[in-house]
């Protein structure tokens, strides 16, 4: 049976475990500040699936992790990432749609999970220099 995801099940962003608003996090390289923290950017693998076939990607079900995996080794593909978790968050919460002003910026990957019908992007990050 299918798991019904709702509000933030279907994407969301945690440093240290916390959530974050989406729009605080960028995966464009910049200047960064201090100490590494653990960032996780979980979206929906049926909502990713369908952005990423959407925009003309060769991916598939079995193929999502691995393609995922590969290409969020680049911080362009990190930073597209996030802007489909900030549309999804706006979304879910009918809230108003805001710049990006990074308070952390995304830097490493070191793991990409599938579990639960999530796709779990699993990584570094730093707070942004001001």
Same mark, same amino acid.
């Given at each position: 049976?299918?798991?019904?995801?709702t509000?933030?099940?279907r994407?969301?962003?945690?440093?240290?475990? @916390? /959530?974050?608003?989406?729009?605080?996090?960028?995966?464009?390289?910049q $200047?960064?500040? #201090?100490?590494?923290?653990?960032?996780?950017?979980?979206?929906?693998?049926?909502?990713?699936?369908?952005e990423?076939?959407?925009?003309?990607?060769?991916?598939?079900?079995?193929?999502?992790?691995d393609?995922?995996?590969?290409?969020?080794?680049?911080?362009?593909?990190? @930073? /597209?990432y996030?802007?489909?978790?900030?549309?999804?968050?706006?979304? $879910?919460s009918r #809230?108003?749609?805001?710049?990006?002003?990074?308070?952390?910026?995304?830097?490493?990957?070191?793991?990409?999970?599938?579990?639960?019908?999530?796709?779990?992007?699993?990584g570094r990050?730093?707070?942004?220099?001001?």
């Amino acid at each position: 049976m299918t798991q019904v995801l709702t509000g933030s099940q279907r994407a969301r962003v945690l440093i240290d475990g @916390e /959530a974050v608003d989406p729009y605080d996090v960028t995966g464009v390289e910049q $200047s960064v500040l #201090g100490t590494p923290h653990e960032i996780e950017v979980h979206i929906a693998a049926s909502i990713l699936l369908h952005e990423l076939q959407e925009s003309d990607v060769d991916v598939s079900e079995t193929t999502l992790r691995d393609f995922v995996a590969t290409d969020s080794q680049n911080p362009r593909a990190r @930073e /597209a990432y996030l802007r489909i978790a900030r549309a999804i968050a706006w979304h $879910s919460s009918r #809230g108003q749609q805001r710049a990006v002003v990074p308070r952390w910026v995304w830097q490493v990957i070191e793991d990409v999970q599938s579990r639960d019908g999530i796709i779990r992007l699993v990584g570094r990050c730093t707070a942004a220099k001001e």
